[in-house]
């Protein structure tokens, strides 16, 4: 009685312990520095699996540390179209968007709004209506294109 009385406890002490884990999702210097990363990447013509994989956790939570990133620069066409890169990665899978909240696109709605405001060319405008329109498309369920 005594040893299943112990066990028990120690089984929901491990329960509560790893329900009280926090995910690198949630570290705002981890989002950043993932962020930063996957734009140099990006920048450069490269794609890993890393930067893919943790940007398509963040979903909508990408947005802020785009726009932080973006801030402390002077925007050029490739700041934008490697921000529509991190956008569409981004979004990519929702299903794998670890908070449900993050699959909302708030934030990044915000940060399309900005590189429109702020691009000067046909070719650019057209390329974030089409950001614009595949994430709204691909959240209302009707299928996407975020992957060409």
């Given amino acids: 009685m005594k040893t299943t ?11 509560v312990a790893v329900g ?17 990363r996957a734009f140099h990447e990006v920048s450069a013509g490269l794609s890993t699996s890393w930067s893919e994989k943790y940007l398509a956790r963040l979903g909508d939570n990408a947005a802020p540390g785009i ?13 934008t179209l490697t921000a529509l890169s991190l956008v569409r990665m981004s979004f990519a899978n ?22 429109n405001n702020r ?4 070719d650019t405008k057209s390329k974030i209506k089409s950001a ?11 299928g996407s294109n975020m992957n060409k």
């Fill in 5 to 15: 009385a112990i066990a028990l406890i120690v089984t929901l002490c491990s329960v």
């Fill in 20 to 36: 009280q884990r926090k995910l690198a999702e949630d570290d705002p210097q981890w989002r950043r520095q993932t962020v930063e």
């Fill in 67 to 79: 726009m932080s990133y973006l801030s402390s620069r002077q925007l050029t066409k490739q700041d």
């Fill in 94 to 115: 929702p299903s794998l968007i670890r908070h449900a909240s993050n699959r909302d696109s708030k934030n990044t709605l915000v940060l399309l709004d900005y590189l």
């Fill in 119 to 122: 691009a000067n060319d046909a």
């Fill in 132 to 142: 614009r329109d595949d994430l709204k498309s691909q959240l209302l369920g009707t």
